[in-house]
């Protein structure tokens, strides 16, 4: 997959930024407590930051950094730690073999889209977020393992501000693991918001490979930007079916949009998948459509899930072929044409 293919998800230009400075910190203490309760293990703490940011200043950011660590690990726990001014962070398995300690200008995505990079492990929008894994189940860590941190960050203020950022992860015994984890990526770019006016996207079926079949999804979280006021979620045998509600919050926030814990998870059923729909208020002068940019706008959902069937990132979209449904990374090299396509269209 090239990186102009990603960029027909994230469109986004890089700006100028000051250098910062990363650190990154071992110990044998208990997990944050925050969130659910996890055993204590060894701790693996990442940093990014800070970086000071002009007012009005938008950009992503990255850092690929070594976890220290010298055997294979079971990660049981993730807890992430957003300042003001952070939109959004990503955590990556990453493949790469050269540590890039200063942060350098990225394209949003690029490990989910390309498996020769690596993978994803968490997305975080909240200031303070927690994922801890069901018992026994845990995401898998090669011994040395490269660790990608991905940070888009925008200055609203008429002052600079400091963004700073940090992950943590948290082991698992070895002898409680069972299951490995992974992330599922879900939405629809198929977005144009007219002005003062609210717009509903879908309800919208996406009938999920049959590689998930069985697999288990344990958390999940929506995600629009600063328009947006809801997205939820369905579980459904076709797309007839009105589904079974997994992600509904009330008075759902954008900004600090809640991971629903599914206890005990659910399974879609064969030949079934996820019935989803966007909404949002544009109260501004101007039609917003689908990109990067906090200014932007996007409709999406993460998932987590287990036994892993490798990350993947899937849209909807009615603007090839006529509507299409694809997961990626794929088999062949449909997903690139596809992704390359919604590219030239300008979405």
Not at 73 to 78: F, N, T, V
Not at 273 to 301: L, P, Q
Request: aromatic share 10%; glycine share 8%; proline share 7%.
């Amino acid at each position: 997959m090239n990186h102009a293919s990603i960029a027909a998800i994230c469109l986004l230009t890089g700006y100028a930024v000051a250098a910062c400075s990363s650190t990154r910190a071992t110990d044998q203490t208990p997990a944050p407590d925050a969130g659910p309760t996890v055993d204590a293990g060894t701790v693996y703490s990442l940093s990014f930051g800070p970086v000071t940011v002009q007012p009005g200043e938008e950009n992503t950011k990255c850092l690929v950094m070594r976890l220290g660590n010298d055997l294979k690990l079971h990660i049981g726990a993730l807890h992430n730690v957003l300042s003001n001014g952070s939109h959004h962070m990503i955590v990556y398995r990453s493949n790469e073999t050269v540590e890039r300690m200063t942060p350098f200008a990225c394209t949003p995505f690029t490990d989910t889209l390309d498996p020769q990079k690596g993978s994803t492990l968490v997305v975080t929008q909240k200031h303070d977020d927690t994922l801890a894994l069901p018992d026994g189940v845990a995401f898998a860590l090669e011994a040395n393992q490269m660790i990608r941190i991905e940070v888009h960050y925008i200055n609203a203020t008429p002052s600079p501000i400091d963004i700073k950022a940090t992950t943590t992860f948290v082991t698992m015994d070895e002898t409680r693991f069972k299951d490995e984890a992974d992330f599922l990526f879900v939405g629809d770019p198929d977005i144009s918001l007219p002005p003062n006016a609210k717009t509903t996207l879908g309800p919208i079926f996406f009938p999920l490979p049959a590689e998930y079949d069985g697999v288990k999804f344990f958390a999940i979280t929506g995600h629009e930007h600063q328009l947006g006021t809801n997205v939820s979620v369905s579980v459904a045998a076709n797309g007839s079916d009105l589904g079974k509600p997994v992600y509904d919050v009330p008075g759902w926030l954008w900004n600090e949009p809640k991971t629903m814990v599914q206890d005990p998870p659910f399974t879609i059923p064969q030949g079934g998948g996820f019935r989803f729909s966007c909404e949002w208020n544009n109260t501004s002068t101007k039609t917003v459509k689908f990109g990067e940019s906090a200014n932007d706008e996007m409709c999406f959902f993460w998932a987590y899930y287990y036994p892993s069937q490798g990350s993947k990132v899937c849209i909807h979209t009615n603007r090839v072929n006529n509507g299409i449904d694809l997961c990626c990374p794929g088999p062949n090299l449909y997903c690139a044409l596809v992704l390359d396509r919604l590219r030239d269209a300008g979405l």
